[in-house]
Nanobody, 125 residues
């Protein structure tokens, strides 16, 4: 069973960049869709981005498109989320998750089997 650990969060100012990492162990994450989700206080967990297991295609939420980039480093068994031009509304705990669902279900958090514990991202105005 794969375990996931997120890292790279922090406190930054508006317009700054951060790179989050999702490191896998106990399994090869290239065989999984790896999704990124975030949850702000008092809010539902929301989809951010995913890199698919078949070919590594990526899908983004409209709110982060053109600012965030998800990529795989198969040699390191890691997925990265590069976040540029951060805004206060990006403040949340960011989670990565692994699943094997079909394309139509990659935005559904309930379809992911394995989750990390999250990393806090705070963007000050």
């Amino acid at each position: 069973q794969v375990q996931l650990v997120e890292s790279g969060g922090g406190l930054v100012q508006t317009g700054a960049s951060l790179r989050l990492s999702c490191a896998g162990s106990g399994g090869t994450i290239r065989t999984y869709n790896i999704g990124w989700f975030r949850q702000a206080p008092g809010e539902e967990r929301e989809f951010v981005a995913v890199t698919r297991r078949s070919g590594g295609a990526t899908i983004y939420a409209d709110s982060v498109k053109d600012r965030f980039t998800v990529s795989r480093d198969n040699a390191q068994n890691t997925v990265h989320l590069q976040m540029n031009n951060l805004k206060p509304e990006d403040t949340a705990v960011y989670y990565c998750a692994a699943g094997t669902q079909v394309l139509s279900a990659v935005r559904d958090s309930g379809m992911y089997y394995h989750w990390g514990r999250g990393t806090q991202v705070t963007v000050s105005s």
